[in-house]
């Protein structure tokens, strides 16, 4: 009798987790003009009522998050950075002794679109990677003012000047970890890690920035490694190495690279979501019910 009750107890609890929405969270990477392929998948998922509830970004996923976390729609950020932004065009050339370029426009974009610059005024919770130059390690910021900890996770260096925060020195948050997945451990059931920076075979390298972008994807590319056994999902879609990190004059063809993998993931979630349907109908015969616990890991594209 002592066992029958402890069984049907494990089943109430059971069916109260299988019943709960399941909360997803993404981990967006870093790598330039690449990470518009982020604005891709996140309208892909949206469309198919997959809605993060926890975001971490690194540098152009880092701006991506925090935009999309501000309330920006993913194609109102791709007009932005289409009509708008363009980082590395002559008219956000600064020629200082820090940067080439400056980060002004975006900053501006961010500070006109927040009621305030504090992280408590985004939609969601968002983590964002800096590196800090002083120390040679990367942060994780998610409280306080949020908008020159997002500035300087894209902030490149030799091309952006580092942005200083109380007396300390932050660049590119991709140099140290460019991608967090390991910080939204335990704050949602699913981690969706997308990985940008598609490391393919390559033979040519006439232009000085095939040889610079190619530099700089080997250079990040060892840092997400232990990051990818936090995801359940892993979004690496090779047709982003057709593209370097300053072809931001590409905007549209990126982002389509990137919706075509969001349907894609869309469509394995729906698929694996039926899958924890059927076996728990199996076992307590109950088509509602849905699990939380059975997650596998899925490269695409690989």
């Known amino acids: 009798m002592h066992q029958a009750n402890n069984i049907g107890n494990f089943g109430k609890k059971i069916h109260h987790v299988v019943k709960r929405k399941k909360t997803f969270g993404l981990a967006l990477s870093g790598g330039g003009a690449r990470g518009i392929a982020h604005l891709g998948i996140l309208q892909a998922l949206e469309e198919n009522g997959v809605v993060p509830s926890v975001m971490s970004g690194t540098s152009m996923g880092a701006l991506v998050a925090v935009g999309y ?34 980060m002004k426009r975006v900053k501006d974009i961010l500070t006109e679109k927040a009621e305030t610059d504090d992280f408590s005024v985004l939609n969601l919770p968002v983590y964002v990677t800096v590196t800090n130059m002083n120390t040679g390690k990367f942060e994780i910021h998610s409280q306080g003012k949020f908008i020159d900890y997002t500035i300087a996770s894209a902030s490149i260096p030799i091309f952006f000047k580092p942005v200083v925060i109380d007396e300390v020195y932050y660049v590119d948050g991709g140099l140290t970890k460019n ?7 335990g704050k949602c059931d699913i981690i969706i890690g997308v990985n940008v920076n598609h490391i393919a075979v390559l033979t ?32 690496d879609p090779p047709e982003t190495h057709q593209f370097t990190p300053f072809d931001f004059n590409k905007a549209e063809e990126i982002y389509e690279v990137g919706y075509k993998e969001g349907l894609q993931l869309a469509n394995h979630l729906k698929a694996d979501e039926e899958n924890n349907r059927s076996f728990m109908s199996r076992i307590f015969g109950k ?10 890991i899925f490269h695409l594209n690989t």
Do not use: Q, W
Request: hydrophobic letters at 40%.
């Open 69 to 102: 976390a501000l309330g920006f729609k993913p194609t109102e950020m791709l007009k932005l950075i289409d009509k708008e932004v363009k980082p590395f065009s002559l008219s956000n050339a600064n020629l200082s002794r820090n940067g080439l370029f400056s």
């Open 179 to 185: 991608m967090a997945a390991h910080i939204l451990e």
């Open 204 to 235: 040519d390298f006439k232009r000085m920035k095939d040889i610079a972008s190619r530099t700089y994807h080997l250079a990040v590319d060892n840092t997400i490694r232990d990051e990818l056994d936090y995801c359940n999902y892993i979004v």
């Open 287 to 296: 088509k509602t019910m849905r699990i939380t616990s059975y997650h596998r």
